[in-house]
Structures are given as C-alpha cells and as structure tokens.
C-alpha cells in the first residue's frame, strides 16, 4: 500500500483526482483541503510516503507548505510532487530547486493519474 498525502484547496479538483487514484487500489490517499490543515494531519501522526501539493493555494501555497514539512525531521525525506497548472518547462526547473520529486500537471488525465503518482512513489512504472 502506498499512502498518500494530497493536498489542494479546490474541492472540484480534489473530487475528480480522488476518483481517479481510486482506480489503483494500492493507493491510499488522505486529502487536505490547506497546507494548515495538511500540516495539522501530519503533526497528528500520519507519516505518507509521499506528497502531492497543490502549486497555488490561499494562505499558504504548496512551496510554503513543504517548507514547513521539512521542518519536522520525521518528514524531511517524504518525496513531493507538485500538482500545478503551471508546468511548463522552465518552471519545472524552479519546483526541482524546492526540492520536489517532480509535477503533475493540470490539467491532467483522470485515466492516466494514478499511474503518475504511482511512479513518483515507486520509483518506477506501474
């Protein structure tokens, strides 16, 4: 089992990916709709083995919110993946110096996502 953080302050986003990671029944994933309440499921315990952080969320946004994970040394080493929009490729430069293990884009391929994610946590194709 694979156990997922994801977060995204988007509730219509979040319904349509947690549909499509529902399609690999290895994946376990626990959404959050702010990098607060992503940091509060964190500090309560669970340890996932990977994140998937919205780019751009009010508040604090997805860079703000893995910095504080890294913050916490039990979290340090969980592998990111950005989910953003804006995935183009000079972009994609900038989300590796954040220290992301690398981005989905949206939008994206409902069929196709949890594949993606898979990859990011394995290491490896599905």
Wanted: aromatic content about 4%; proline content about 8%; cysteine-free.
């Amino acid at each position: 089992m694979i156990s997922v953080l994801y977060v995204d302050d988007d509730p219509d986003i979040q319904e349509i990916a947690m549909m499509a990671f529902s399609l690999d029944p290895e994946l376990a994933v626990r959404t959050a709709s702010s990098g607060v309440e992503a940091l509060s499921i964190l500090d309560s315990g669970m340890t996932p083995d990977l994140l998937l952080l919205d780019m751009m969320m009010p508040g604090m946004d997805g860079p703000a919110t893995l910095a504080a994970i890294r913050e916490r040394s039990r979290l340090a080493d969980i592998p990111a993946v950005f989910f953003t929009a804006r995935a183009r490729a000079g972009e994609h430069e900038a989300i590796a110096a954040l220290g992301a293990a690398g981005v989905i884009a949206k939008p994206f391929d409902p069929m196709m996502l949890a594949a993606e994610l898979r990859v990011f946590a394995t290491g490896g194709p599905p």
